[in-house]
């Protein structure tokens, strides 16, 4: 129902290459994350599988069928703005209604299906309601309402939750979720918050400067990297990068450790003083600096009574090690 | 301004400005009515004497008052139909992108910054005169007759210059409050599957209602008193045919000298204005709120 296939699509602006050759096949049911730092190109690879641009060159289809030049409203896809883009001067219930309506359904099938979109996103108190008079995460929800009578073959997000707090951010995560568990339709969303990224896909595309970095699921990206790109970009706090003659030792030209992969004990090879030091109580997050290493962060687990200026030594864990040659790529 | 004390200071200083404003206003408007009332001819000076109710009655059954009111009227609903509804047109243009953008723009504005009485005296006599105007010329091309504007339709012709020269800031206003019309709505109703017809309708006039309002608000208070154009062309003329509610009191008070005449003529131009402004107030006036 919603296979999306891009082969070799390129987007530019004004002749500024944007996208720069995307080969990408998105599964029917999928959930797939586009992450990647701001001005990467999700957006715009967002909009290009929309139709709401043109592509340069390259092919999108979409259920087996070339898409490239069907109009917006003839693929099939519904689309979650970031603006939640909901009709300031329509009832909650006429927005979801909305697309149904231009479809020239019968009112009846309109109002059954607006009231069953309206009974799964808890929204029924509010149909006849302004978008105005709505809290954000109310709105959110009805822009996925508007989304879902359509039964799209796919939907498509564009950092649907950056206008949220974080407590909503949260809970609407979690509802997306739970909302693809039950409609098994494809989802493609765009985030550049790798906790979204890393708790809700199936498969997470890394994209950088409009090329794809790596393509896996959550763990693969977390567990091998490709590369250094990757390898910085997932992970929270980011992996240390270890050069020079340590990593030489280890046998690469760049040593990757996270975090959470380097212990403080009494006796470790890495001696160094504390700098900066993060109690967050169920974490401890230090910044440490070793002699002839550099700057190490280091997560250490529960509550860690250390502070600046103290000496300590590490013992990272060899076998979560991540070699990297000269090139960045993963040994 | 959140404690007492700024409300205070803030009220404080803000009242020499209040005060100067209230004694601008409220000195003519009270000198007018006070003339008003009296039999006061500049020809006869010294003869000023109490008249009561005597020049508003004169005014009233003027022959030339009801096609005055009738021609203001019309004016000012023919020039707000005109230039809102080009406004809007010309709006929708030159929001797309397209070369030349900053340029076109200024051009478009040009109009606004000609004095009335200029741009007047441009139309009458290089575009509408029946012997050396341009469109009696392009008639002449045509093999028709030249058409003498200012003879047979006076009152659609000052009525078109009266609204050349307002279209721009119709227009002005309406394209700021298009460039804040969300792009993503426009695209999510594309994606839903509106058309373009729809999508105006239903997203970019209602968006831009509010800024409508203020146009056909401010507009309504400047037309109320045209006069440069029509005392340039037509002087009233023929007849009473293009004669307003605004030119009948310079007729009255300045050409016959009768100041308490004119003043009489001039408050009931200032009451007509206000039940104008309070109709536009209660018809459109809820634009306005958020
Ligand atoms: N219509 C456009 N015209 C010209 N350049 C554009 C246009 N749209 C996007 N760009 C450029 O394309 C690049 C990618 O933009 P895009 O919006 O896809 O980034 P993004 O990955 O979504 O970033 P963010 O995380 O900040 O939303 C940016 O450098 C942007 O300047
Ligand atoms: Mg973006």
Redesign the interface.
């Known amino acids: 129902m919603g296979e999306i296939v891009l082969s070799k699509v390129m987007k530019s602006f004004g002749g500024v290459e944007i996208i720069k050759g995307i080969d990408l096949t998105i599964a029917d049911g999928e959930f797939v994350v586009f992450v990647g730092p701001s001005g990467c190109g999700k957006s715009t690879l967002l909009r290009l599988i ?3 641009e043109d592509v340069t060159s390259g092919t999108i289809a979409i259920d087996g069928r070339d898409a490239t030049d069907l ?3 003839k693929r099939g ?3 979650v ?3 939640y ?5 329509m009832s909650v219930r006429k927005n979801i209604a ?2 149904l309506r ?2 020239g359904l019968p009112a009846a099938e309109q109002q059954r299906k607006v009231e069953a979109a309206a009974k799964i996103l808890n929204l029924t108190p509010y149909l006849e309601r302004r978008p105005g008079q709505l809290s954000g995460g109310q709105r959110q929800r009805v822009a996925i309402g ?1 989304a879902i009578v ?1 039964e799209p073959a796919a939907f498509l997000f564009d950092e649907p939750l950056s206008n949220l707090d974080a407590a909503l951010r949260v809970s609407m995560r979690q509802e997306i979720s739970e909302l693809h568990q039950s409609l098994k339709t494809t989802m493609i969303y765009v985030t550049h918050d790798q906790v979204e990224a890393m708790t809700m896909a199936d498969k997470i595309v890394v994209l950088n400067a409009g090329r794809i970095e790596q393509v896996g699921s959550p763990l693969d990206l977390y567990r091998s990297p490709a590369n250094l790109f990757v390898a910085g970009f997932i992970g929270s706090p980011k992996m240390n990068f270890v050069e020079g003659a340590e990593a030489a030792k280890n046998g690469a030209h760049t040593l990757g450790i996270r975090p959470e992969h380097i212990d403080v004990t009494a006796d470790g090879p890495w001696s160094g003083t504390v700098g900066i030091c993060e109690h967050l109580g169920s974490d401890t997050f230090l910044k440490v600096e070793v002699a002839g290493v550099g700057t190490i962060n280091v997560r250490a687990g529960g509550e860690v009574p250390l502070h600046h200026g103290d000496p300590i030594r590490l013992t990272p864990q060899p076998d979560k090690f991540h070699r990297f040659d000269s090139a960045g790529q993963a040994a | 301004m959140a404690t007492q004390a700024s409300r205070t200071a803030g009220r404080l200083m803000l009242s020499p400005a209040v005060v100067l404003l209230f004694l601008w206003m409220i000195v003519p408007l009270a000198m007018t009515i006070y003339f008003s009332f009296l039999r006061y001819n500049l020809l006869m000076p010294g003869t000023e004497e109490w008249a009561g109710f005597d020049n508003y009655h004169y005014f009233f059954t003027d022959p030339a008052f009801w096609p005055a009111l009738v021609n203001t009227l019309t004016l000012v609903i023919g020039v707000l139909v005109i230039t809102v509804v080009g406004g809007v047109a010309l709006a929708v243009l030159l929001d797309q992108p397209m070369w030349g953008q900053g340029i076109v723009r200024i051009l478009v504005i040009a109009p606004f910054l000609v004095m009335p009485s200029v741009s007047a005296l441009v139309w009458k006599n290089m575009l509408m005169n029946p012997v050396n105007g341009l469109f009696a010329a392009m008639a002449r091309g045509l093999g028709l007759p030249p058409y003498d504007f200012f003879a047979d339709a006076p009152l659609a012709s000052i009525i078109l210059i009266v609204a050349w020269q307002w279209l721009p800031f119709a227009t002005l206003i309406l394209l700021t409050a298009m460039q804040s019309l969300d792009q993503e709505q426009m695209e999510a109703a594309e994606m839903d599957g509106a058309g373009v017809f729809w999508r105006f309708w239903h997203l970019t006039i209602p968006h831009l209602m509010r800024a409508i309002t203020v146009v056909v608000l401010i507009q309504t208070i400047f037309l109320l008193s045209v006069f440069a154009e029509i005392l340039v062309t037509t002087n009233g003329g023929p007849g009473t045919a293009s004669t307003t509610l605004t030119f009948l009191v310079y007729v009255q008070s300045m050409l016959q000298f009768d100041v308490g005449l004119g003043s009489a003529g001039g408050i009931v131009a200032v009451i007509l204005a206000n039940i104008v402004a309070i109709f536009l107030m209660r018809m459109i006036g809820k634009n306005l709120e958020t």
């Open positions: 929309a139709g709401l109009p917006p409203a896809l519904a689309m703005f970031q603006s883009a909901l009709y300031p001067h909305f697309p231009m479809a508007r359509r």
